[in-house]
């Protein structure tokens, strides 16, 4: 059974930084990309960031550029999302996904706070 777990998030003041981190199990996710996105409340959810399999490769959402860096170590399975500079416009539940044929495997977020 595919799992993907989230954790790293939390409260933070503005300016401030937070990792988050998130675990994959159940099959082998090294050969495909990996994927952040958030929700905030009342709104979509978007994409934030993803990194292709090999880790040569990012993609990030125009809002996040210079502030979040997406990172993955095959070897634990593990994609990472640094956050530097927060906002509090980047308040948000963050989840993960795995690029298959489409955003195929999510999980079940976590929920990231920054105050004013």
């Known amino acids: 059974q595919v799992k993907l777990v989230e954790s790293g998030g939390g409260l933070v003041q503005a300016g401030g930084s937070l990792i988050l981190s998130c675990a994959a199990s159940?099959?082998?996710?090294?050969?495909?990309?990996m994927g952040w996105f958030r929700q905030a409340p009342g709104k979509e959810r978007e994409f934030v960031a993803a990194i292709r399999w090999s880790g040569g490769n990012t993609n990030y959402a125009d809002f996040v550029k210079g502030r979040f860096t997406i990172s993955r170590d095959n070897a634990k399975s593990t994609v990472y999302l640094q956050m530097n500079s927060l906002k509090p416009e980047d308040t948000a539940v963050y989840y993960c996904?795995?690029?298959?044929?489409?955003?195929?495997?999510w999980g079940q977020g976590t929920q990231v706070t920054v105050s004013s």
């Open positions: 159940g099959r082998t996710f090294s050969s495909y990309s």
């Open positions: 996904a795995v690029y298959i044929t489409s955003w195929t495997y």
